[in-house]
């Protein structure tokens, strides 16, 4: 890839709250058609960092860039872990989608085509017209995501999107991003606690510990040292050849 292809670099980011600092001395680059996988424990950074790249936070020091079509906000979708509508109001899945597009312009043709594109892209043909609360958990993920298309975005941020999914629902999405990183060449933030997700989807890996950043090519991370010094115990990952992913814990310095 060439320099052309980044659309993310932290160098020497710095990012807290109030007089807290979470994050320190912070550098990670991200190019475009990488699917990368924010893992850590509770309270390590990692919203905080999403934070950050959405210009929520204000970085204390270091640097922040972003590739003009996602400093522009236009360029980044943002999948949030639940559904921040009021259940009350009476929302169609089409009005729902169409909440994505707000401060972006388009004519009388490009909002239904984009509309059908991301409906299409999801799963959810045929369902435009549906009330957003008759779907079920899985169909509103999917929801979730396509409000997010709908802005044709270079970036995809997805905040533990698989929390409360069954195990069949959570593989059919994880499934539907996958597509969506291939076919479109988009590139995708992930934050999950899921260790065994991150080994079968990830390109990159960010490991999030005591305010620092791990990151790199999952093959790089993902490794048994890296993950006892986060999660405190020997954590080793082993994929077969149809792609399973196993994870196995040992206490710390148990490992055979």
Not at 64 to 72: I, V
Not at 78 to 86: I, K
Not at 147 to 176: H, K, Q, Y
Not at 217 to 230: F, M, S, T, W
Request: net charge neutral.
């Amino acid at each position: 890839m060439q320099n052309s292809d980044i659309i993310l670099k932290a160098t020497g980011l710095t990012v807290g709250y109030a007089r807290r600092t979470v994050l320190d001395n912070v550098t990670v680059e991200c190019r475009k058609g990488e699917f990368w996988f924010f893992i850590g424990p509770n309270g390590s950074g990692k919203t905080t960092l999403i934070r950050a790249m959405l210009g929520i936070l204000r970085p204390w020091g270091g640097q922040l860039w972003l590739h003009p079509n996602l400093a522009r906000g236009k360029g980044i979708g943002f999948v949030p872990q639940r559904c921040d509508l009021n259940p009350a109001l009476p929302t169609t899945v089409r009005e729902f989608i169409a909440l994505g597009l707000v401060g972006i312009r388009l004519n009388s043709q490009e909002e239904p085509e984009r509309l059908e594109w991301a409906l299409r892209k999801v799963g959810l043909e045929g369902m435009a017209e549906r009330d957003y609360w008759s779907l079920s958990g899985g169909q509103r993920q999917r929801t979730l995501v396509a409000r997010a298309l709908v802005r044709r975005p270079d970036l995809l941020i997805l905040d533990e999107p698989t929390n409360g999914l069954d195990l069949s629902t959570e593989d059919a999405f994880l499934r539907l991003l996958a597509d969506l990183n291939r076919e479109e060449h988009l590139t995708l933030f992930f934050v999950t606690h899921d260790i065994a997700i991150a080994a079968r989807y990830a390109t990159h890996l960010a490991l999030f510990c005591s305010g620092s950043v791990e990151s790199g090519p999952r093959e790089q991370v993902l490794n048994l040292a890296a993950l006892e010094r986060v999660y405190g115990v020997g954590v080793e990952v082993t994929r077969d050849p149809s792609g399973a992913v196993a994870v196995q814990v040992y206490p710390p310095g148990a490992h055979p």
